[in-house]
């Protein structure tokens, strides 16, 4: 029992044990505002597990749950943003798994401290060149000054060049700590640093150190002059803000190079300064822009200064055209919100003087009653000299083909302008509508064939409202034309309506413009819109065009379309149609004559040819022999195919009590279409036999051996000729003769 007891009690130390918090630091060791603190401490118990640190602030601000990182130590790192000086409370709280007192608390209180800074004053109020500059500032942590007592650091740069101070840096109890230096003179940047507590803060001020000595323009009475004028300047002059010595002052003039004496000088002296007025006399000089400048001399300082005059120019010429006849008009230069006015004499001529510079140059031309006129514009020209600068005439009934002309222009200048505008009136009973309105430029004008002798080149526009005008811009001058473009017209036929598979298809033309004038050179594209083949042509020079081309190889109907084309001119598209189909032709290749014997059989071979493009089905009929006198070794229908050829036998069987010959026909019957031959059968007593019994009169039948083409073609020609001197001496027959020649003949030329 003892021994329990013992160990009980020897426990109740380690139970009642609790978490340690120690070695808690902070950096930096001065906390100022916008600082970034860092907290480092330990916590630890023996025999138990650190479960969880927490960390918050708790005064002047409540701040919970601050971020711990643990790597060997706790730590917090913690921006100090807070509008707050003074003591801040930080408590930390550290848990164990202990089971009994497992939780300490501590508390760690430190100081957040303000510094402010401020110059009070910089003296001299004026500074001037030379002078000793001191600089009162004030410096307090937390509303408490920092006096001499304090390590502070300071230095000074101005416009970032470091200054030495000329005077050591004390404290004064009424005005802060004091710097002095010795600037240079002009606008410059102070900036002071200065180190306390081992952080360094900053000062900013402008100062400006002025030259003891200040001259300057304050009048000149004109600068637009002309030779022997005289131009009052009044200047002034001052030493630290008081009246100059004027014995000791000493000023010279030069126009441009050329030196020029002032007529008279007087001083007039005032508290602040002094004033001083001149006069000279401006010497013969060309007309032009000119730097008047001025030396003054003071106390071994110079100054110069400097301003620009005009000798002005003249504004002369005449709105003419090349043969000598002017045109009203009015000249506008505008510069600097000034305007100057010319306009034409009765003689057509203006003349003035103007400064040399940039202008907006407006002028108004009228050339009534042809034109109402144009209205120019040139922005931002460079003026040196104005001595017929402007080129103007009208371009009347010019010859422009494919262009209605409504109006033209030649508009040229040698000025040197940045943007053109142009305001161009046309007639405006040749426009029949504002869509139609054209306007081009030309280059380069023919006057002898009052015509452009460039390309035209369409360009871009505005109409006026309400009045009869184009509105345009350039970035140059030449010759303007504002119309319409006329319309092209087109004629055509084709020399039949049906043609077969390719087969030739002509087609004559004739195009003119809306004015019913022939367009030579016109181009002419074919398209047939099923196919899309194309053809082209061209017009001659009495507007006619002509276009050959091959059918299609395809039966059908086909659309194509004509279209009309040339520069200047606004196409024209008409479309026809024409219908496509195989040809279909039998040729008939027979012999038209043949002697035959009364009461013999005979054979006439008969070949036929398909000639034509599609099959056929025929049908063949014998007139002028009774059906039960002749045979036929084929169907009477059968079909034959494009370019076959068929042979077959017709025999027949004569009468011997025949008393006259025998005109047959031979006709083939296809598609609605037939073709025939007429053939004559020469009848003539047979011959006595002999007394032989087996003595057989000669048949009539005639076999047509195979030939080529150019044998067939001889031996063809040469029946001809022997059937041509049979039929001759048939008088009977002499009609149905010659329309069977003129047949075989039309056979064989095809």
Request: proline share 3%; with cysteine.
């Amino acid at each position: 029992m003892k021994k329990y007891i013992l160990i009980v009690l020897l426990l109740i130390p380690i139970s009642m044990s609790s978490p340690v918090i120690s070695n808690i630091t902070i950096t930096p060791d001065n906390v100022w505002i916008d600082d970034t603190i860092e907290i480092s401490f330990n916590c630890f118990e023996e025999n138990y597990t650190i479960d969880s640190v927490k960390a918050s602030i708790t005064s002047p601000v409540m701040v919970p749950n601050i971020n711990i990182v643990y790597d060997g130590a706790y730590k917090i790192s913690l921006p100090m943003k807070y509008p707050y000086i003074g003591n801040y409370n930080l408590r930390i709280e550290c848990q164990s798994n202990n089971p009994y007192e497992n939780i300490t608390l501590t508390d760690y209180t430190f100081t957040v401290y303000n510094l402010s800074a401020n110059i009070e004053s910089v003296l001299p109020e004026k500074i001037y060149s030379g002078d000793q500059v001191r600089v009162f500032l004030k410096l307090k942590r937390n509303n408490q000054n920092l006096d001499g007592t304090n390590q502070i650091d300071f230095e000074a740069y101005l416009n970032n060049t470091k200054v030495n101070f000329t005077s050591p840096i004390y404290y004064d109890p009424t005005k802060g700590w004091v710097l002095t230096f010795s600037p240079g003179e002009g606008r410059q940047n102070l900036k002071i640093n200065y180190k306390v507590f081992g952080k360094t803060f900053y000062l900013e001020r402008e100062i400006n150190v002025n030259s003891n000595y200040y001259f300057g323009i304050i009048s000149i009475d004109k600068s637009d002059v002309i030779p022997g004028d005289t131009i009052n300047i009044r200047m002034f002059g001052s030493e630290k803000d008081s009246s100059i010595d004027s014995s000791q002052v000493s000023i010279n003039y030069f126009i441009g190079t050329t030196a020029v004496l002032p007529e008279n000088v007087s001083f007039s002296h005032t508290s602040s300064g002094t004033n001083i007025d001149t006069r000279i006399k401006l010497p013969d000089m060309s007309r032009g822009e000119y730097d008047l400048k001025m030396t003054i001399t003071y106390k071994n300082n110079t100054f110069n200064f400097n301003r620009k005059i005009n000798y002005q120019f003249e504004i002369l010429g005449k709105i003419a055209n090349s043969n000598g006849d002017f045109f009203n008009a009015k000249l506008k230069f505008k510069s600097g919100g000034n305007e100057k006015i010319f306009s034409t004499n009765s003689s057509g001529y203006f003349y003035g003087t103007l400064n040399k510079g940039k202008y907006d140059i407006e002028i108004e031309i009228k050339d009534y009653p042809n034109y109402p006129g144009i209205r120019l514009v040139l922005n931002q020209t460079e003026l040196k000299s104005f001595q017929d600068a402007i080129r103007f005439d009208v371009l009347n009934n010019p010859n422009i083909e494919g262009i209605g002309v409504a109006a033209a222009y030649m508009i040229e200048t040698n000025l040197d302008f940045s943007k053109a505008y142009l305001e161009l009136v046309y007639d405006k009973r040749k426009i029949s509508s504002l869509e139609d309105i054209v306007v081009y430029k030309c280059e380069s004008w023919d006057y002898k064939e009052n015509k452009c002798s460039d390309t035209m080149n369409e360009i871009d526009f505005d109409t006026s409202t309400g009045r009869s005008s184009v509105n345009i811009q350039v970035n140059d001058l030449s010759y303007f034309i504002v119309g319409y473009n006329k319309k092209l017209g087109v004629r055509f036929s084709t020399d039949k309506a049906s043609y077969y598979i390719k087969e030739p298809i002509k087609i004559t033309g004739y195009v003119e413009d809306q004015d019913g004038v022939a367009v030579k050179d016109a181009n002419l594209e074919l398209v047939i819109l099923s196919t899309g083949t194309k053809y082209n042509a061209k017009t001659d020079k009495n507007g006619v065009f002509y276009m050959e081309f091959l059918s299609p190889e395809r039966e059908g109907n086909f659309t194509f379309e004509i279209r009309a084309s040339k520069d200047l001119f606004i196409d024209e598209n008409k479309r026809s149609t024409f219908n496509v189909e195989k040809s279909r032709k039998i040729s008939i290749l027979m012999e038209d004559s043949f002697k035959v014997f009364k009461g013999d059989n005979f054979t006439i071979p008969i070949k036929l040819i398909n000639v034509g493009q599609a099959d056929l089905n025929v049908k063949i009929k014998i007139f002028g022999i009774n059906e039960n006198e002749y045979l036929i070794d084929m169907p009477l229908e059968f079909k034959i195919n494009s370019n076959e050829e068929k042979n077959l036998n017709l025999k027949i069987f004569s009468n011997e009590n025949s008393t006259s010959n025998i005109i047959g026909r031979f006709r083939v019957d296809y598609d609605g279409l037939f073709e025939e031959k007429q053939f004559i059968l020469i009848l003539d007593e047979k011959p006595k036999q002999s007394s032989e019994k087996n003595l057989k009169m000669p048949s009539a039948k005639i076999v047509i051996p195979e030939f080529n083409d150019i044998s067939f073609t001889i031996v063809v020609s040469l029946l001809i000729i022997l059937a041509a001197f049979v039929l001759k001496k048939a008088k009977n027959t002499k009609q149905s003769n010659t329309l069977i020649l003129n047949d075989i003949k039309s056979e064989i030329n095809k």
